[in-house]
């Protein structure tokens, strides 16, 4: 597993260097700037000016240019170099001391003091107190302490002492932290507090101590079994170790990246998963510097820079590799790294999409879609995929560079059915849950689309929701795919939610015929229901033929729901119009006039006419039928009885003649009492039939909120055919005259029932009828005396009221105004209103309403009547 | 997931510590994954973090070899519960336990919640047990110096993942405030905070 992070970039070769001096060795090397001091081992402090360049292939090569040198009389090498660009100076070690020089023209300064004894140094990039005159540094002295100076451009000044247990290696200073190796141990320091922690034990036979800084308080060391340790100031770890390889002379850092160097080999680790990214081989590595974000490497003789490759070509390359994790983590680095915010977001989320389509295409489902999800995915860009997917009309175009390099799904999963059908489940899933919120990014189309096309081939069952809410898709791009997958009747519903009614009816005209099938559809009823609801007489017209040939019943129902159903305007479907175009189906028409008739209470007379002579004729093709059964007859004849009996609007002649003509008497006999003969229907009733109960039913029926008098004439008329002295079967009378007389709900005059009564009936035969008389009578003289009672103490009383209205007198003179116009009463009449209220006769448009109040006085409240007086001067 | 351990500080460290090739390794990963996977022997060490309720918990493995027992000191600094553990079919796994890795948790919490765990408890047959269960218990007793429940020792495979899940949970709930202790934590830091709001003003002054 590696990436190319850095490139090894030859900077000053031996051969500059040797021209000055033939054994010179490189002891130290330090930059600031374009500034490249290199330490050799004789005691030279050599000056370049080094830049990079970018040559015509676009790579990076450096060119340096030598500015002067200079040799400290020590006779040592020189072991360190630090330049301090604010101060214009770089600090040197040579031969356990610490001195200043000039940084351009290497000039010793002379007042600056020197410090001896010296192992080691290192500069706080991290002071507590920064200054931009001074800088602080930490030093390591042979007499076991580590010591903290503030150095100025002429002086370095002594801040804090700590004493040691042994002497200090080496060390590095974060804030007031020094980590510093002894020769057994490491560690922390609080040069403030004088805290100590220790971190771990090694041996310095076997490991070469190495501190490098992290970030703010925290250090990687080198530790036992060529581990990378990461400490934090507080004495514990946050990262797992790094594995490094045996005898390390250095170790930097640049975020992400750690960098070793051993003897053969500079070894990048990332601080993210503490793997290693890369190896460069490099012989003879001695020195390895940071500086400021340049880092170069030597040997002995030859001094390398190496160049960050820049994040983006690395985190493409690990994309290339599909290492999608590392990819994310270091691109999540860069935001530190100085990009700005947007460009940074922009960079993130478009590796997020190609890292989520190298999931995808490793069928790592679960995380494509997160990373889908946080890259903000043009779905379309996944729909592309899937071949046929994507509606033909979407005028989407392929992310450039493209995010991905999959062909298509086909490809992907080399044509294995089940894959392929995975990754449309996925698709399906990724869609469903993106449907409808922000993140359809005007890609509204083709979702649905393919979700049509999706649904249709995996997942049926969701097809009618999705078709009945406002479905976006390209119609025309769906129906091959659904009706390749048989969902003629989704396809057909698709077209009714577009709006193409014609289209849906004629689909689903062809699935009732059988010419294709569809499980799902519904069926008649469900067409019916559709043209019912529909705002197109048009579609009506033209369908309901089809349906009510094949089902008079149902299809009847598109005209009788319809009128019920509030969406639609009574004259788009005249009745009328409807009752003719109905009339070739027998069995419709009757169905459509019982509901105008019935239900809508229609009074029209043609159609209550035209429903009652169906009816007829319906019962005249069952008594011409002579396999009818009798029951079939019997209902046909009491629909017919009960449409004549409760209907009053047909034409009573044009059914009588034809009831007549069949003999049809209980019919006849509706029929005379709808045209008030009674005496004719009552005799078809006593002589035709013998129906005495019906008879008395029919007086019943008839004199029900009658006035008395016609009451008492009906039953009257009963009473006469049953005791008709011309009858010779008259006898046979007897018993339901009888019972006429004793059926309470009748009414008689008494006086002349009891001049037909024959005279030889008994008493017995007449008492019950009798008694009952007198009772109603007396009673209803007592009724009628009382209520005479009671509104003769009603007379009274308003008497009594009316003479207290008009006791008081009312003065009007000439100060009282008008209580409307507010002008002077000139004329005789005047009104008040019961209120009191005074204003003149035109002014007082309603005796009813008082003009000034509203109040209204009811007219049949006597005592609110307005008075109008004639006096000008009452009493 | 290392990437994201840099910055957030973890609300309970556990450091898992004994010889090796007792199952260390495998026994974290067997809980973090839920299945056992062969493992490469641990190098230094090797961190797990681990979300439990509204905790972070940083899980620490730790190397068993010999020459990386100092480092492991280093690595339980401020642990509040440790795992020692030893293969239940090798007496010598047991008896480092004391030797070597006892004394690394003097750098722990100083109530630091010991669990003793016997390994590789699948591979026990009648007669190949190679450390009495007394003894074990006893170790387990001694080295808690908190009073507890019950003796903080089990036996466990991560073949089975028999006492994987449970142990962790036991050390969660053992170590980190529950629902109604965590009010009182609460009522802490609410005055802390104050406290420091108050020095902070007088120090302006
Ligand atoms: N049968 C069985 N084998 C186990 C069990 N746990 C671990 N092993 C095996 O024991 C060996 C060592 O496991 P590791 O997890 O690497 O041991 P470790 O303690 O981490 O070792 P170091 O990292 O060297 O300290 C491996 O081969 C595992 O497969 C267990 O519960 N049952
Ligand atoms: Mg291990």
Known sequence: MSVRAFDLVPAIERAQLISDKAKTEITCIECCGKNLYIGTGDCLIIHYIIEEKIGSN????????????????????????????????????????????????????????????????????????????????????????????????????????????????????????????????????????????????????????IITRITREEFLLSAPGALGMFASASGTSQRPPLQWSENLVSVIYSHPYCLALNDEFITVHSILDQQQKQSIPFQGGQHLGEFDGKIFVASAQDIYALIPIPVEKQIQALLVDKRVKEALDLAQVAT?????????????????????????????????????????????????????????????????????????????????????????????????????????????????????????????????????????????????????HNRHHMLALLHSSHGDHDRALGIWTKLIKT????????????????????????????????????DQLLGVKIFIDRSSSPAQSEDELPSDQVVDYLSRYPVAVVKYLEHL?????????????????????????????????????DKARSELCRMLQTSSHYRIQLILGKVTELELYPECAILYGKLEEHDKALGILVHKLRDFDAAENYCIVNAKDRDLNFRKR??????????????????????????????????????????????????????????????????????????????????????????ELLRDGLKMTDDKLCAVCGERFSEV?????????????????????????????????????????????AR | ?????????????????????????????????????????????????????????????TAGEERFTGLSSFYCRSAGAAILAYDLIDEDSFHSLRARFLPLLQAAEPNCLVVVIGMKQDLLTVDNRAVEQKEALMLAKEVNKRTLDKIPYYEASSVSGHNVENVFEYIFQTCLPQEAKNLDGLHVSDLTLEEKAQTGKSCSC
């Open chain 1, 58 to 209: 676009g790579k990076i090569h450096l060119v340096s240019e030598k500015q002067g040198y200079r040799h400290l009389a020590l006779k040592k090498p020189v072991s360190q170099l630090k330049a301090a660009s604010a101060l214009n100076r770089i600090l040197v070690l040579c031969d356990n001391m610490l001195v200043l020089l000039n940084m351009f023209d290497l000039e010793p300064i002379l007042s600056g003091t020197r410090i001896k004894n010296v192992v080691s140094f290192c500069l706080n990039e991290n002071p507590i107190k920064s200054n931009p005159f001074s800088i602080e540094i930490c030093v390591s002295l042979k007499k076991k302490c580590l010591q903290i100076y503030k150095v100025t451009e002429d002086k370095m000044t002594l801040i804090r002492d700590v004493s040691t247990t042994d002497i200090p290696i080496t060390m590095c200073i974060d804030g007031t932290f020094i980590c510093t190796a002894l020769p057994t141990q490491y560690y922390i320091i609080n040069y403030v507090t004088g805290g100590v922690q220790d971190l771990f034990p090694y041996d310095s036979n076997h490991v070469r101590p």
């Open chain 1, 336 to 484: 530190k790294t100085g990009i700005d915010k947007e460009k940074f977001l922009k960079m993130y989320q478009r590796i997020q999409l190609q890292a989520g389509f190298i999931e995808f295409s490793e069928m790592n489902f679960d995380e494509a879609q997160k990373l889908f999800r946080s890259g903000r995915l043009d779905v379309r860009e996944m729909i592309a995929i899937y071949p046929h997917l994507l509606a033909t009309s979407s005028r989407f175009v392929k992310c450039l560079p493209p995010l991905h390099d999959i062909a298509d799904i086909v490809q992907l999963c080399r044509g294995e059915e089940d894959r392929i059908i995975e990754y449309k489940r996925f698709l399906i899933s990724y869609l469903e849950e993106i449907h409808g919120t922000r993140h359809t990014l005007g890609a509204h189309m083709e979702i649905d689309t393919a979700l049509v096309k999706l649904y249709a081939e995996l997942k049926p069952d969701e097809l009618p929701i999705l078709v009945a809410s406002d479905c976006a898709c390209d119609v025309g791009d769906c129906i091959p795919y659904l009706e390749k």
């Open chain 1, 515 to 550: 010419e294709m099938e569809d499980e799902s559809f519904p069926g008649v009823a469900f067409m019916v229901e559709y043209l019912t609801h529909i705002n197109n007489s048009e579609m009506v017209w033209k369908y309901a033929d089809f349906l009510l040939e094949k």
């Open chain 1, 597 to 633: 008739v019935f239900e809508c209470k229609s009074e029209v007379e043609k159609y209550h006419t035209h429903l009652s002579v169906l009816y007829l004729d319906s019962v005249i093709r069952l008594m011409k039928d002579t396999n009818t059964q009798k029951e079939e007859l």
């Open chain 1, 714 to 803: 009906l039953f009257q008329v009963l009473l006469s055919i049953y005791l008709d002295p011309n009858n010779e079967r008259r006898d046979s009378f007897v018993a339901p005259a009888v019972a006429l007389l004793n059926n309470n709900k009748a009414d008689f005059d008494m006086i002349k029932v009891l001049q037909v009564i024959p005279d030889h009936w008994s008493i017995g035969l007449l008492s019950r009828f009798l008694t009952s008389s007198v009772r109603k009578a007396t009673n209803r003289y007592r009724m009628t005396h009382i209520q005479r009672m009671l509104a003769r103490g009603e007379n009274l009383q308003l008497k009594s009221e009316h003479i």
């Open chain 1, 829 to 873: 009449t005047f009104v008040r209103y019961p209120n009191g209220i005074m204003t003149h006769t035109s002014c007082a448009p309603n005796k009813y309403i008082c003009p000034v109040t509203g109040k209204l006085f009811s007219a049949t409240q006597g005592t609110a009547l307005p008075s109008v007086d004639h006096n000008h001067d």
């Open chain 2, 1 to 61: 997931m290392a990437s994201v351990t840099g910055k957030r500080k973890a609300d309970l460290k556990v450091v898992i510590l004994g010889a090796a090739n007792v199952g260390k390794t495998t026994y974290i990963h067997r809980y973090i994954e839920g299945k056992f996977q062969q493992k490469i022997s641990t190098i230094g060490a090797s961190f797990s973090l681990k979300q439990w309720g509204p905790y972070n918990i940083a899980l620490w493995d």
